[in-house]
């Protein structure tokens, strides 16, 4: 079955357009020029830039005694079972790759139908003794269902038996498997995987171009507490591949990569052995795993950029060697104590700062239980936040029922960006306002523009210092927003449904910190890699007010005015209008979505976050494909009333310009 990249629609192989939304299975988008490209073509033909679907393939041959390779023969599969040669013709997946050992060198894979080799293969005695090659394959068929995410799928619709396919799958890929199943970054994602004979084929995601650790350790401008969070990093994913049997992956430095926000990340997982096969560490040490092997690989680290290191650090690594450092919870204590001594003295202490003053980020292990005891005074990794690059796009469309747009946005984005050689530094302040007007023609599209007028002038005015506005600054704003079309109303002597009114929901950004302040159902969604998506505003409707009351949901929204607002600018006075205004820190490299109740509808941003929003946090994702693309989900799916989205992404990382080089 092809799945549809947009809407997630499974479709018959012979499908050109998917049968749900249209999109097309045969091209896609490019990156770079936005020119259609063929599904299975590596490159643009008008840019040249990289479009196709490109996978990291480990290829690892078992050790087979010669007496058993002699008899050894393929094991028998069910002709309806996914790795099957039956069902990988029918797929197009690879089957009897065994025959690697028969075939010329790199014409193995481009023999398959779905996967093209993109780099040469080693000879076959190459690969016997160094058991394990990497390759980079273009996948032809990049909406073909793989047969291996085939088996977790119905493994998790309970339509097979964990162990029916467990013994088919590689054991090099259950590592990824397990991990999958969780939220990890910073592992590559697992795409396919095969084995026959004593070879095991994994697909994972390609990191092949990523930054290697090693070379930005040389950057004069890293500082030694971002050294430090690297190493608090190690210490987290030692903990989560533990169990595993994969902290060898933490001790080759050609694994260790940089993602584009300089988070630590692997290439791929390396299998413990019994001896230390590292090329990094010293030879042949036949013992098991312990702190000490990660201390080396710092001491490698160092040894190789020929960096200075802090007394600290020295002393932590010479306590480390001794065995001073037993476990990973001691580990992370010394690296906080050590943190603590290098983090400046910041403002946000000052007990007489609002209590929206920006506050440092606090790193800690979140998925790992930590056993070790935490009095109130232990020291913890503070790391405050930089604001790195602050970008927007925003679209309205009337809809497919409607006959006019009654919504209405606005977006302002100030950047004041300082780069010197040694000194970066980025100042930026964003005001975005949507609105979603009512009252019908000449009503609703005069409130909401109105509105976001009247908001825009007020912050001009009166947002002039790099920090953000006040609670009661912001509510003011609204106020006057709200008398505004009120007096409207007021002069025309419009009454009842007549008096137009709209929505509002605003987001305020200055540096790291932010704003929200909104009126009615039109909402403020935030999404991040670590919390995934999130709603932060509450909508001001019958529903959620008996909600708030103690009701239950399902007798709240049984009401049949269960969806009616409260609360509307411009229909009533001042006194009735009572906008909610939350405060936050952006310390994660973050998605902000403004929603108008077109777009939010029958929780669309909810099921199809993974694929229309999650993507957009990443550098090289254009805002304004995201955006149209969004406003024409939302008129697949509802197109009953008029739709507005405004998306920013707001990026980060530590700020560690102030520091010392260690």
């Known amino acids: 079955m092809l799945i549809c990249p947009q809407c997630k629609f499974e479709n018959s192989n012979t499908n050109k357009f998917c049968q749900n ?48 390779a002699e008899v050894h023969q393929p094991k028998s599969l069910e002709d309806d079972s996914p790795l099957s040669p039956q069902f990988a013709q029918a797929t197009g997946s690879p089957s009897g790759l065994i025959a690697f050992s028969q075939l010329p060198v790199g014409s193995y894979l481009d023999s398959q139908q779905r996967y093209q080799l993109l780099d040469p293969l080693p000879a076959l005695s190459e690969v016997a003794a160094h058991t394990q ?13 793989s047969p291996l995410l085939a088996i977790l799928k119905n493994q998790q619709n309970n339509l097979i038996a964990p162990s029916t396919e467990a013994a088919r799958i590689p054991n090099l ?22 084995q026959e004979n004593q070879m095991q084929v994994v697909l994972i995601e390609n990191r092949s171009h990523w930054q290697y650790l090693a070379e930005l350790w040389q950057d004069d401008n890293i500082t030694s507490l971002q050294i430090l969070h690297w190493f608090y990093q190690m210490t987290q994913l030692w903990a989560l591949l533990e169990p595993l049997n994969c902290r060898q992956s933490l001790l080759e430095l050609s694994n260790l990569r940089l993602d584009e926000d300089q988070t630590l990340a692997l290439q791929e997982l390396h299998v413990e052995t019994q001896r230390n096969n590292s090329a990094d560490l010293p030879e042949g040490e036949a013992q098991p795993l312990t702190i000490e092997a990660l201390g080396r690989i710092w001491q490698a680290l160092f040894r190789q950029s020929q960096r200075t290191q802090s007394g600290s650090v020295i002393q932590l690594l010479g306590e480390i060697e001794e065995g001073k450092i037993e476990t990973i919870a001691q580990l992370r204590s010394r690296l906080e104590a050590i943190a603590a001594e290098l983090q400046p003295a910041t403002t946000a202490t000052d007990p007489t700062l609002k209590e929206h003053t920006p506050s440092p ?9 930590d056993t070790a005891p935490r009095g109130d005074d232990m020291p913890t990794v503070v790391l405050p936040m930089q604001l790195i690059s602050l970008e927007d796009a925003g679209r309205t469309d009337v809809g497919r029922q409607r006959q006019h747009n009654e919504d209405f946005f606005g977006v302002e984005t100030k950047i004041n960006k300082l780069e010197l050689p040694k ?17 019908g023609h000449a009503g609703g599209e005069v409130a909401s523009e109105l509105a976001v007028t009247t908001l825009r002038e007020y912050f001009q005015k009166h947002w002039l210092s790099n920090q953000l506005p006040t609670e009661d600054s912001i509510a003011e704003a609204v106020l006057l927003a709200n008398q505004a079309i009120y007096d409207v109303n007021q002069q025309d002597a419009r009454s009842g449904v007549g008096r137009m009114g709209t929505t509002l929901v605003m987001l305020l950004i200055q540096d790291t910190q932010a704003a929200v302040a909104h009126v009615g159902d039109s909402r403020l969604y935030k999404l991040t890699r670590k919390d995934k998506l999130k709603q932060i505003t509450v909508d001001h409707e019958v529903g959620q007010r008996e909600i708030a009351r103690g009701v239950e949901p399902n007798l709240a929204y049984a009401r049949p005015d269960a969806y009616q607002l409260t609360q509307a600018l411009g229909p009533r006075d001042e006194n009735l209008i009572h906008p909610d205004v ?3 820190e952006i310390n994660q490299d973050t998605l902000f979505i403004l929603a108008s109740d077109g777009l939010s509808d029958n929780d669309l941003l909810e099921i199809h976050f993974s694929t229309h929003l ?12 995201g955006v149209r693309e969004l406003i024409d989900l939302a008129n697949q799916h509802n197109g009953h009333d008029n739709i507005t989205a405004v998306l920013i992404r707001a990026k980060v990382r530590p700020n560690v310009e102030s520091q010392k080089n260690g």
């Open 361 to 369: 980020t606090i790193l800690q292990l979140d998925d790992t239980e």
């Open 133 to 145: 090659v990497c390759v980079r394959v273009l996948d032809c068929q990049p909406y073909q269902m």
């Open 21 to 68: 939304c249209g999109t097309s299975l045969t091209q896609k988008v490019c990156p770079k020029c936005s020119s259609a490209v063929a599904v299975n073509a590596e490159r643009c033909h008008n840019c040249g830039a990289e479009s196709g679907t490109i996978w990291w393939a480990i290829i690892a041959v078992e050790e087979v005694k010669e007496s058993e």
């Open 614 to 625: 999650e993507p957009l946090l990443s550098y090289g994702a254009n805002l304004e494909r």
């Open 173 to 194: 890929a259950k590592p990824y498997i397990a991990l999958q199943l969780g939220s990890h970054p910073e592992i590559p994602s697992i795409h396919d995987a095969w």
């Open 582 to 584: 939350q405060f936050f």
């Open 423 to 439: 000194n970066r530094a980025l100042q930026a302040r964003g005001l975005y306002i949507l609105c979603d007007g009512m009252g």
